[in-house]
């Protein structure tokens, strides 16, 4: 009998399909790894359902959407990207062969952007839904206002969408509602007992300080000599802390003696594998395969091993109790990707990996008390605590204008829905009656942040986007800077990094990584080049392919009719710098005492130059910079930093001031009427205060 017959869900096949075709909205719950992933679009395409219409599967994270995909090809014994493909952003592995496409949930919003009845589709399976990713909250959103009316749902279709809403956790009950009461399918799961213990090492005043990488290190090992025989599962919060968490285990794992050292002697070593989202697939798929005889098999991974793949054989987990996560800080007026201690609810479903097959164990580094004290009851979706400009662009302009009253199985704060009008309006994203511009219109093309996309529209406007398109791929990389571990090489490799910096002429960040990008293409052998340099190979290979896909979405929109033409008469240096100042004057900062910046935004943040900046220890010659991002410790510092003239941002930055927030209000309900703009207006004028244009020029 294959090994997929053995599932779960495999019993439960004919109901499956029943129940699909029953009803336009189905909800199914089941334990993870019970095969609802990789099965139910196999059992629907078995059907026969594919001849009206795709199946489209999303995923909230890229990895599974590209290894389930890989998985599914194998078992329907078909080449990826024929009847199985997938599509991540910038990476499209589809063909006109393909029905059964696994997609993040991104993909699909685009999609819908473009054709919002879906008509390729026959079933849409949104999955994954209990991790309440910010695209797949707004896709419930987006297909039960377009689908759940019967009238409509089939109007401009042949036959109607299936829609089918997957879930690892109970909550069912509020899906179900949600959607008009839809039925739900409980696929009936077997799960072992897990014993849980906690630690001594991470106490609730020990967030910040705590190296709890070495401590999961630790606990690793003593479960490898002291426990019987079954795979490890550590979890942690990223790759840098994964690759030195693996390191170390390496490290450790040489010196143990298994003749003496180990309690179960029918374990003979150790294999330590990584798993995180930016790793190469090859490597990926490794961690799928069972491990050789007598071999332990230890993964190392982010929380994407907490649901979105299950690895067999897992008897032993052990969680740091963190994760990394991107939250809206109204410090600094901008998300951030800080690391923060997950909820007791996913501390449950990490520990609920070790008794899939049998009875197991969990080791948390933590103190009971931390538990108490530190970790909230449920993670909160990531709608009610990241900025949802990119979002309510995409509803603005699939029509949706009151964007408070969408449908939102939890809704968002409104301040932060005004927020997002806010920069919207301040990027002339939209006009003062809450309408999408025609820049609004090209900035939604660009799979990038509205920041980045302006920025880059920007370059193209004045026909030199080969100066942007490079640095916007960079920037949607993982860092492609490697910082070994070992003092020694960190400082052969600062120095390298340094050399690069000096070379792009410009002391500026966003140049340094324009030269990285373009005098690595024309090396004639550029993993060597990388090699040298300590540029992580595989990140500038990902870099060149997403450049190229941009180009042709910017040719693209350039070949529109109305695409604004300008030009420049200057230096290359300030073009580029003039470019980036129109995505990044939200982000700019002017010099006040010492090394210290203040930030332009409203937020007035003191911030400093991060040290791995080029511009660090410079700032004395610095007046007026912008960056890209922040990271927030003790202090907040700005990282990738280009220094401008106040001339270039002069008549950007008023409009960081000019809307209210009753205006915004209003806007964020209904398109508002001309006489409303016009009350403003002179209302404006009346209380216009000078007090943007006293800001001295230094
Ligand atoms: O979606 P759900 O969590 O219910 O289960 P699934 O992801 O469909 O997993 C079903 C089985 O397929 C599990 O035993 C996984 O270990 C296995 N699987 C795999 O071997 N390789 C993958 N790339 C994905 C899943
Ligand atoms: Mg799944």
Redesign the pocket.
């Known amino acids: 009998m294959s ?2 017959k053995h ?1 779960p ?1 495999y019993r439960h096949k004919a109901e499956l399909i029943q129940a699909v075709k029953n009803s336009n909205f189905l909800v199914v719950t ?10 139910l679009p196999q059992y629907l395409y078995q059907a026969g359902i594919c001849k009206d219409g795709k199946i489209g599967i999303t995923q909230p994270r890229r990895v599974a959407a590209i ?2 995909a ?2 599914v090809a194998q078992e329907m014994q078909c080449t990826l990207g024929r009847e199985v493909g997938y599509q991540v952003r910038f990476d499209d592995c589809t063909t006109q062969d393909t029905v059964v496409k696994y997609m993040t949930d991104g993909c699909l919003l685009r999609e819908i952007l473009a054709d919002s009845l879906l008509s390729q589709y026959r079933v849409v399976i949104l ?1 994954e839904v209990h991790e309440r990713s910010l695209s797949t909250d707004i896709l419930l959103g987006l297909l039960k206002k377009i689908f759940s009316d019967p009238a409509k749902a089939t109007s401009g279709r042949s036959v109607p969408l299936k829609v089918v809403v ?1 879930s ?1 956790t109970l909550d069912t009950d509020k899906l179900s509602a949600f959607l008009g009461d839809c039925p739900v399918f409980a696929i009936p799961g077997r799960t072992f007992p897990v014993t849980c213990t906690f630690g001594s090492a991470v106490g609730p005043k020990d967030i910040e300080s705590t190296n709890y990488v070495k401590e999961v290190v630790k606990v690793a090992l003593n479960v490898h000599t002291t426990e019987m025989a079954g795979d490890i599962l550590v979890f942690l919060t990223g790759q840098s802390e994964i690759e030195q968490a693996c390191d170390l285990l390496y490290e450790k794992a040489e010196s143990i003696d298994y003749r003496y050292d180990v309690y179960d002697q029918t374990v003979e070593g150790l294999l330590i594998l990584p798993l995180y989202g930016s790793m190469p697939t090859d490597q990926q ?1 490794q961690i ?1 395969q069972p491990a050789p005889p007598r071999i332990r098999k230890c993964v190392v991974a982010t929380n994407i091993a907490a ?1 979105s ?4 054989g897992i008897k032993y987990i052990v969680d740091s109790g963190f994760v990394k996560q991107l939250n809206h800080n109204s410090r600094v007026g901008m998300d951030i990707l800080e690391v923060v201690p997950i909820s007791k609810s996913e501390a449950q479903q990490r520990a609920g990996r070790a008794g899939r097959t049998s009875a197991g164990k969990c080791f948390r580094i933590y103190t009971k008390e931390f538990w108490e004290k530190k970790m909230p009851e449920f993670t909160v979706p990531e709608i009610q605590r990241t900025s949802l400009t990119s979002v309510v662009l995409t509803l603005k302009c699939l029509g949706i204008h009151d964007v408070i009253r969408f449908p939102y199985l939890d809704c968002p704060e409104e301040r932060f829905i005004l927020e997002a009008l806010k920069q919207l309006y301040q990027f002339d994203a939209i006009d003062r009656r809450g309408r999408v511009t025609q820049l609004g219109e090209l900035m939604v093309e660009l799979p990038l942040p509205p920041g980045l996309a302006r920025a880059v529209l920007k370059a193209a406007s004045l026909g030199c986007q080969d100066l942007l398109l490079p640095v916007a791929a960079m920037l949607s990389v993982e860092n492609i800077f490697i910082r070994p571990g070992h003092p020694n090489k960190q400082k052969e490799a600062d120095i390298k990094h340094r050399a690069l910096a000096t070379r792009s002429g410009s002391m500026n960040d966003f140049a340094t990584l324009l030269t990285v990008f373009q005098a690595c293409k024309s090396s004639d052998r550029p993993s060597g080049w990388c090699k040298d340099n300590w540029i992580h190979w595989r990140a500038l290979k990902s870099a060149f392919a997403v450049e190229t896909q941009l180009q042709e979405i910017v040719a693209h929109l350039q070949r529109k009719r109305d695409f604004p033409v300008e030009t420049f008469d200057g230096q290359k240096n300030e073009l580029f710098r003039r470019c980036l100042c129109a995505g990044y004057f939200t982000n700019v900062a002017r010099r006040s005492v010492g090394k210290a910046f203040c930030t332009m935004d409203g937020h007035g943040s003191i911030v400093q130059i991060h040290p791995s900046s080029s511009l660090f220890d410079q700032e004395a010659e610095l007046n007026w910079v912008l960056f890209h991002d922040v990271l927030v410790t003790s202090r907040v510092y700005i990282r990738t930093v280009c220094p401008i003239q106040y001339e270039w941002v002069k008549d950007l930055l008023p409009k960081l001031h000019e809307v209210d927030v009753y205006e915004l209000s209003s806007v964020a309900r209904k398109e508002v009427t001309d006489e409303e703009v016009k009350k403003w207006e002179s209302r404006e004028a009346a209380k216009r205060r000078p007090e943007v244009s006293t800001v001295d020029v230094m």
């Open positions: 090994e997929s599932l869900i089941g334990e993870t790894g019970s095969g609802k992933t990789t099965q290894t389930v890989q998985r999955d997957m690892a798929r799928f649901t793949l299950t690895i067999n």
